[in-house]
């Protein structure tokens, strides 16, 4: 599974799971000021923001691919 992650779902993951904890807040009662807002915010969106800077992208070909050809055949 971890092997198809991608940064796109990871980061769907980590709103997801995020709203789910802001709802189950909201639900059970806990009163929301301005500084717990901005803590919420800051948690749904710093962690996603590092794992654009730091999740590897898109592999540049190696020189046996681009010897044997293998970019365009696949």
């Not at 993951?13 to 901005?38: D, P, R, S, Y």
């Not at 046996?64 to 055949?73: K, W």
Request: with cysteine; hydrophobic share 60%.
């Amino acid at each position: 599974m971890l092997q198809t992650m991608t940064r796109a779902k990871a980061i769907r993951a980590w709103f997801v799971a995020v709203a789910l904890i802001i709802v189950t807040a909201i639900a059970v009662g806990i009163h929301v000021t301005i500084g717990t807002a901005a803590m919420m915010l800051a948690l749904c969106l710093v962690p996603p923001i590092v794992a654009l800077f730091v999740w590897p992208g898109v592999e540049p070909p190696t020189v046996s691919d681009i010897v044997h050809d293998r970019v365009r055949r696949r």
